[in-house]
């Protein structure tokens, strides 16, 4: 029994360990945040905030444009999560539901469409956009990101109708529902917590996209948070203080989301990873 609890101490020590790594640039982005300027960047590293200020939460809110900022970011994001959420699953009902030609081959398919870097697509997407005079308009972002995150959406929601069995379609079927009610009725319950699951990878991903936000806005008219937050740097330095407020207010969404659905994402994580 000695070396079983040594051993659960040690790991406890270590998962201790990693939580700090992880936790303590978030806390220093907090802190930060609300230090008077000249303490952020003074030689001193105070882990505690010897000073405390709001100011820069002032300026971020009330002397930029953080508010549109904010507001493209939440349109785009709820859009092209809700789109990807809803033909991903539509998708993994059609190839675990059903059996067609060809099916094997889509499946695969979307499995190397998921481990292709997507910036190697930028240039394309640029003259796409350009060419079909998307570029500079919120329904161009929305698009890339519902192309981004659909195949992981897709295979994970997949592995998860792979693990309820078809029988209890079957049985609504012969009780007289339809091929819809039963699935509303009987499966859709099923999925919560793998929709929840896909819902918060789909957002974490599109909430913080950079890259194409910056080229597919080449105007500067709509685009998101990620692009502001570099508003605060200019020929003569950078405004830690501003920046750090931004952070810390660019987090929260994803936080609050993050805790109101993090027990059914730990169940669709484990189960859309081992079922199918």
């Not at 570029?135 to 997949?158: E, G």
């Not at 709509?222 to 750090?244: D, E, H, K, R, Y």
């Not at 407020?245 to 609050?256: N, R, W």
């Amino acid at each position: 029994m000695r070396p079983r609890k040594a051993t659960r101490t040690w790991l406890s020590v270590l998962a201790i360990a990693i939580g700090v790594v992880y936790l303590f640039p978030v806390y220093w982005m907090v802190s930060s945040s609300v230090k008077p300027a000249n303490q952020i960047t003074s030689l001193a590293y105070d882990l505690v905030p010897l000073g405390f200020t709001l100011d820069h939460y002032l300026t971020v809110l009330t002397e930029s444009d953080f508010l549109i900022y904010l507001r493209n970011s939440v349109i785009v994001t709820v859009t092209a999560v809700a789109l990807a959420v809803l033909s991903g699953l539509f998708a993994a009902l059609a190839l675990s539901r059903f059996r067609f030609r060809g099916r094997k081959g889509f499946v695969l398919m979307v499995l190397i469409v998921q481990m292709a870097p997507f910036e190697a697509l930028l240039i394309p997407m640029f003259l796409f956009m350009r060419d079909t005079n998307l570029l500079d308009t919120l329904p161009s972002l929305i698009l890339v990101y519902w192309v981004i995150t659909l195949p992981f959406t897709l295979w994970t929601l997949r592995n998860f109708v792979n693990g309820i069995p078809i029988d209890l379609e079957e049985a609504a079927m012969v009780d007289g529902c339809g091929r819809f009610q039963a699935f509303w009725k009987v499966t859709f319950p099923l999925l919560g917590p793998g929709l929840v699951a896909c819902s918060v990878f789909a957002f974490i991903t599109a909430w913080n996209e950079f890259l194409y936000a910056l080229v597919l806005m080449p105007s500067g008219n709509g685009q998101t948070l990620p692009i502001f937050l570099q508003s605060f740097t200019s020929v003569f330095g950078v405004n830690w203080g501003a920046t750090m407020a931004t952070s810390t207010l660019f987090m929260l969404p994803v936080v609050a989301f993050f805790v109101i659905v993090q027990r059914n994402l730990v169940s669709g994580v484990t189960a859309g990873a081992v079922k199918g």
